[in-house]
């Protein structure tokens, strides 16, 4: 079976790493942080009980086997053989080129490798690898096992093979590619943030509680989750990075992030993974 290696074991990189080993795909699982790590074997045995319960009759979560499949590593190194790097650092455009540009030294040929970001330019990530055409954008979204889209992101040096390679693991993963040209945001995360961000003014305004303005979108637009409970499942953290990457990008003041937002990331209230946010969680994520 292909070997994927996967970069950041936070809360995508873990949920990544299920979904590929509940398809049979061996995995190697680095971070940089030994304490993120050593919690890894742990969280992801729970992740897998909980998604077995969540859908008891999905034969992919009868499979005993899934935590034995990831390994874990804390170093680049190890990746080196992987058919597929899935990176899933944090969304710091900084952090994500330093990685990148180790990668180069770590990938021979043979080796594709997937950004997993909210908005960092996929073009200016592959222009730092070795291989630039082998890199595309893979956004996938939160939690992974469970939702069926991927929006797979062209840069302007993504060969037509690698697309083609990529819609295939990512229908080999169970789940519905969906190409798209690079832009800051590509097509989900400039529309999500916008709404995002702006039922975060209307708390802060005092127009509504975030229960309410969840309730319009849940019950009247259909919509499984509101704007608010969607910030706190991805991080309010990452909603402000990446609402940063797009004003950037777009150079257009409709992306500035809410005061509020940035507010509670200060006050380490960044959502589910740390128990509050605009609602409050039991458990940290
Ligand atoms: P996170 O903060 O939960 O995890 C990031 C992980 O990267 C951490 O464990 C950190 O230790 C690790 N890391 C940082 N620098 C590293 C390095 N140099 N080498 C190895 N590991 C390193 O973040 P996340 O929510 O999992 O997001 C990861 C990426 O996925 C971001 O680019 C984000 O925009 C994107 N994304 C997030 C969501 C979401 O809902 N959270 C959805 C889609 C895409």
Redesign the pocket.
């Given at each position: 079976m292909p070997v994927v290696g996967i970069?950041?074991?936070?809360?995508?990189?873990k949920d990544v790493a299920i979904t590929c080993a509940a398809q049979g795909y061996d995995v190697v699982l680095?971070?940089?942080?030994p304490a993120?790590l050593s919690a890894a074997a742990g969280d992801i045995r729970a992740l897998v009980r909980r998604y077995r319960l969540m859908a008891p009759d999905e034969p992919r979560w009868k499979d005993k086997a899934i935590p034995g499949r990831i390994l874990t590593a804390g170093n680049l190194a190890e990746l080196a053989g992987s058919d597929w790097v899935v990176e899933?650092?944090?969304?710091d455009v900084a952090?994500k080129e330093?990685?990148h540009r180790e990668l180069r030294t770590v990938c021979g040929e043979g080796t594709r490798i997937a950004v997993?970001?909210?908005c960092?330019s996929i073009t200016r990530i592959a222009a730092l690898a070795e291989r630039p055409e082998d890199v595309i954008g893979m956004?996938?979204?939160?939690p992974v096992p469970l939702i069926e889209c991927v929006e797979l992101v062209r840069g302007h040096h993504t060969s037509g093979e690698t697309t083609k390679q990529a819609e295939a693991f990512v229908s080999a993963l169970g789940k519905r590619p969906v190409v798209v040209r690079d832009a800051p945001g590509f097509v989900s995360n400039r529309l999500s943030h916008l709404f995002m961000n702006e039922a975060a003014f209307l708390v802060q305004e005092g127009v509504a509680e975030p229960e309410q303005i969840d309730a319009i979108f849940t019950l009247g637009y259909g919509h499984k989750m509101g704007p608010l409970a969607t910030a706190d499942?991805?991080?309010l953290d990452?909603v402000v990075a990446?609402l940063k990457v797009l004003h950037d990008g777009m150079q257009d003041p409709k992306f500035r992030c809410c005061p509020l937002l940035q507010k509670m990331v200060d006050a380490g209230l960044v959502g589910r993974?740390s128990g509050q946010g605009f609602f409050t969680y039991g458990v940290p994520r």
């Open positions: 970069i950041g074991a936070g809360v995508m990189g680095c971070d940089h942080d993120v899933n650092v944090v969304e952090v330093r990685v997993n970001t909210s960092v956004h996938f979204m939160n499942l991805i991080g990452t990446s993974k």
